[in-house]
């Protein structure tokens, strides 16, 4: 088996896997329809494209035989400490019994290790059970939940954390002060990947139970505006964000 860099030529392969994968992992959760929306949504031609054209952008494709049959994709995000993510690690379900999983994270590891990480993280829904199970079978440590709105039905997904160097600073949430006067939190530990920096998820409480918006990462404004896909857009800067990533997970 070997493990390289994905090409325009893996998009086809890729969009194959992905749909076997989320099938067998959250076909007992999620509808084909979904499912379907999920795949053209994230790994449609122009989207990948742009992915793999990207430097910051990790896309690694498992291939045996000449034929892929797993891929990952990560990033770096600098927060209060810089991060590793794993954004996804889709396995074709004929072929998860034979190391491919385990290949791909390792493989994925070095290469974020390689970017001076201070942690890696990864996301399962608590549904896929068997991907939480990975997650911890390879050393990373369950750190935290949160909720997440697949087709208008909120889920929760469970974080996993590998640290890489011991000395780290958690600070994970701030206050900011809305024009209205209205006290928000921004939860620096729920970042979303945008085109100039990350987006943060904001809430009215310090328990996370209420959400308010975005905060940009870029300006450090509390003016944006998301869509019904999910596309985050600051109105004070130029960043955004692509519709929703409503799962990094094991599947």
Same mark, same amino acid.
């Given at each position: 088996?070997?493990?390289?860099?994905?090409?325009?030529?893996?998009? +086809?392969?890729?969009?194959?896997?992905?749909?076997?994968?989320? %099938?067998?992992?959250?076909?007992?959760?999620?509808?084909?329809?979904?499912?379907?929306?999920?795949?053209?949504?994230?790994?449609? %031609? &122009?989207?990948?494209?742009?992915?793999?054209? =990207?430097?910051?952008?990790?896309?690694?494709?498992?291939?045996?035989?000449? +034929?892929?049959?797993?891929?990952?994709?990560?990033?770096?995000?600098?927060?209060?400490?810089?991060?590793?993510?794993?954004?996804? #690690?889709?396995?074709?379900? =004929?072929?998860?019994?034979?190391?491919?999983?385990?290949?791909?994270?390792?493989?994925?590891?070095?290469? #974020?290790?390689?970017?001076?990480? +201070?942690?890696?993280?990864?996301?399962? #829904?608590?549904? *896929?059970?068997?991907?939480?199970?990975?997650?911890?079978?390879?050393?990373?440590?369950?750190?935290?939940?949160?909720?997440? @709105?697949?087709?208008?039905?909120?889920?929760?997904?469970?974080?996993?954390?590998?640290?890489? =160097?011991?000395?780290?600073?958690?600070?994970?949430?701030?206050?900011?002060?809305?024009?209205?006067?209205?006290?928000?939190?921004?939860?620096?530990? &729920?970042?979303?990947?945008?085109?100039?920096?990350?987006?943060?998820?904001?809430?009215?409480?310090? +328990?996370? %139970?209420?959400?308010?918006?975005?905060?940009?990462? *870029?300006?450090?404004?509390?003016?944006?505006?998301?869509?019904?896909?999910?596309?985050?857009?600051? *109105?004070?800067?130029?960043? @955004?964000?692509?519709?929703?990533?409503?799962?990094?997970?094991? #599947?």
């Amino acid at each position: 088996m070997q493990v390289r860099s994905a090409t325009v030529d893996d998009i +086809d392969a890729i969009r194959r896997v992905a749909t076997a994968s989320l %099938t067998a992992s959250y076909g007992h959760v999620l509808g084909d329809e979904t499912i379907g929306e999920a795949v053209e949504r994230w790994y449609a %031609t &122009e989207s990948l494209a742009d992915d793999l054209d =990207d430097d910051d952008t990790l896309v690694l494709v498992a291939a045996r035989d000449g +034929d892929v049959v797993g891929f990952t994709q990560g990033y770096v995000t600098d927060r209060r400490e810089r991060v590793g993510e794993i954004d996804w #690690l889709h396995v074709d379900p =004929d072929d998860r019994e034979g190391g491919v999983g385990t290949t791909l994270l390792r493989e994925i590891e070095t290469e #974020l290790v390689e970017r001076d990480v +201070d942690r890696i993280e990864g996301c399962v #829904l608590e549904a *896929n059970e068997a991907g939480g199970e990975f997650y911890a079978d390879h050393g990373f440590d369950a750190t935290g939940t949160r909720s997440v @709105k697949i087709a208008g039905e909120s889920f929760t997904e469970a974080i996993y954390s590998k640290f890489t =160097d011991g000395d780290v600073e958690h600070v994970v949430m701030e206050t900011r002060t809305a024009d209205d006067g209205t006290l928000v939190y921004v939860a620096f530990d &729920e970042p979303a990947r945008a085109s100039l920096a990350p987006f943060y998820q904001t809430y009215l409480d310090a +328990d996370r %139970t209420e959400r308010y918006g975005w905060f940009c990462g *870029n300006c450090d404004s509390l003016h944006t505006a998301m869509d019904t896909m999910g596309r985050v857009a600051c *109105n004070e800067c130029e960043n @955004k964000r692509k519709p929703t990533r409503w799962d990094a997970a094991y #599947l």
